[in-house]
């Protein structure tokens, strides 16, 4: 099934923005619901809302069998060995933020290291921070290369035997770089650390197999993969998660409660206090079986076409610079710009006069927007749903942008 053909399964993509067909251009951002989605949602408030685990009447037992439905949906989308690792949370920054917490503190002390990358999002920078500053560790990052990667000899010259923690992720949201996971993790066990992976802009796009990645803790959300906002997944090896303190208190997470003392379910339920996010569970398998039945190589193998194709094509057009990997690299279905002097967010209103809808502003990338020597840029972003027509749009647009700019300045 080719692009044009799924767009069918978006009732969004069906619209005039401004007087012109829209074109979706942001899915970096967050993803536009095919109607399995929305359907799946809608059908179990209709036909199965109740609470989950906790009734033993048939709207109970129904919608937990959707919820543990869902999670192994997830657990062999990422293919772990057990649905004991799958942990359903807010998203990629809840699932971050509460390994940072839990395992973080528990295992990182002062004088002890963690390293990042500069082109992380803020949601695997400040948790990062904040553990540094509460335990006194020291906080570093891989240097990166001209074209936006990091080459695997800088990430053995900067972890080392007091590095605790390696935390990067699979794909940028701003370049489009690949970043080679299982090498990195390989590296950090040789030094005793874990590893930690930020896959939310990996999962909709790239085969995801914990286990040849050997990562430790990896998270992603739903939003960005045809799914529902507000639920996300943290997959950690069950091990270390058995070893780990919740950070969340409750219903639902406890086995026991006395006066002074408690005691907590097993996994994966200790880290879902109070009730889940039921529906958004349910809706994230609904998109991983959409997701599936496309095939996520096929997914993949359309996103970095249109990537070759939209990286020559934005080339032609003088004065834009764009920032990542080349063309004929291997790199994500994003491509971030700036043309001229033009300010992006002045860019982004432009094109969204011609219907098209791309982001502008530092995409929760900071540090990499002061390597990068700019203080924002405009992204257009593609997913499964976008064509080499939309890419001839965008192109379009933009040279009537700078023609526009011309004329006023």
């Avoid at 649905?83 to 359903?88: G, L, Y």
């Avoid at 370049?175 to 930690?196: Q, S, Y």
């Avoid at 020559?312 to 291997?330: A, C, W």
């Amino acid at each position: 099934m080719n692009a044009k053909e799924l767009k069918k399964y978006f009732p969004i993509l069906d619209q005039e923005v401004n007087g012109h067909p829209l074109v979706y251009l942001d899915s970096a951002a967050t993803s536009q619901k095919p109607v399995q989605v929305i359907e799946a949602i809608n059908s179990y408030y209709r036909t199965s809302n109740a609470n989950v685990h906790r009734g033993v009447h048939t709207l109970g037992n129904r919608a937990t069998d959707l919820y543990e439905g869902a999670r192994d949906k997830v657990r062999r989308f990422i293919n772990s060995g057990s649905t004991k690792e799958i942990i359903f949370l807010r998203g990629t920054t809840t699932a971050l933020n509460l390994v940072a917490e839990s395992y973080g503190r528990a295992n990182v002390g002062e004088g002890d290291e963690i390293v990042i990358t500069y082109m992380e999002h803020h949601s695997n920078i400040i948790p990062w921070q904040q553990l540094a500053k509460y335990t006194g560790a020291t906080l570093k990052y891989i240097p990166m290369q001209e074209d936006g990667t990091i080459s695997l000899e800088d990430v053995r010259a900067t972890v080392t035997s007091n590095t605790k923690i390696v935390s990067v992720m699979m794909v940028s949201n701003v370049l489009g770089t690949i970043n080679p996971i299982a090498d990195i993790a390989k590296i950090a066990h040789e030094n005793g650390a874990v590893m930690v992976v930020d896959a939310a802009q990996a999962a909709p796009h790239i085969q995801i197999d914990v286990q040849k990645l050997d990562c430790d803790f990896l998270a992603f959300s739903g939003h960005k993969m045809c799914g529902p906002t507000g639920i996300g997944v943290l997959y950690g090896k069950e091990q270390l998660l058995n070893n780990m303190e919740p950070i969340e208190f409750g219903g639902e997470m406890i086995d026991f409660v006395g006066l002074y003392e408690s005691t907590w379910k097993e996994l994966p339920w200790k880290f879902e206090g109070g009730t889940p996010i039921i529906a958004g569970a349910i809706g994230l398998g609904a998109a991983i079986d959409f997701l599936n039945e496309i095939g996520i190589d096929a997914i993949e193998q359309h996103e970095h076409i249109l990537a070759s194709y939209a990286l020559d094509k934005l080339s032609e057009i003088p004065d834009l610079t764009i920032f990542g990997p080349k063309s004929g690299q291997d790199r994500a279905g994003v491509v971030t710009f700036n043309l001229g002097d033009v300010h992006p967010h002045d860019v982004a209103t432009v094109l969204d006069a011609e219907g098209i809808a791309v982001r502008a502003g530092h995409h929760c990338a900071q540090p990499l927007m002061k390597w990068c020597e700019v203080s924002s840029t405009a992204r257009a972003s593609f997913y499964l749903y976008n064509t080499e027509e939309d890419i001839d749009r965008l192109a379009a647009s933009l040279l009537k942008t700078k023609e526009y700019f011309s004329d006023v300045f």
